[in-house]
Nanobody
Framework: QVQLVESGGGLVQSGDSVKLSCLISGRSANSLIVSWFRRAPGKGREFIGRIGGSGTSDYNDDLRREGCFAISRDNAESTVYQQVNDLRPEDTTKYYC???????????WGRGTQVAVAT
């Protein structure tokens, strides 16, 4: 059974950066496409971006601020990362990683990691 565990969230200041991690277990990490989402209270789920097993990534153009979101992976460590730079209060939300062997489905989800950005 594939399990995903996010970490790296916390309370940060506006303008700070945070690097979130998604640890994968139960399956070879490089066989999975991993996506990052976020969901703010009262709002729907927002797709941030995804990364394939070989490291090719793509992002939600409506959400991405230039240079602010970057997804990477270390298959040897079975971990996918999301770097978020220049955090703003509106980035306060819970961030989730999801994975599947297909880019359009998300069979496996983590429980999320909370990021709170103070003004």
């Amino acid at each position: 059974q594939v399990q995903l565990v996010e970490s790296g969230g916390g309370l940060v200041q506006s303008g700070d950066s945070v690097k979130l991690s998604c640890l994968i277990s139960g399956r070879s990490a490089n066989s999975l496409i991993v996506s990052w989402f976020r969901r703010a209270p009262g709002k729907g789920r927002e797709f941030i971006g995804r990364i394939g097993g070989s490291g090719t990534s793509d992002y939600n153009d409506d959400l991405r601020r230039e240079g602010c979101f970057a997804i990477s992976r270390d298959n040897a460590e079975s971990t996918v990362y999301q770097q978020v730079n220049d955090l703003r209060p509106e980035d306060t939300t819970k961030y989730y990683c999801a994975a599947d062997i297909d880019a359009s489905t998300y069979s496996y989800w983590g429980r999320g990691t909370q990021v709170a950005v103070a003004t």
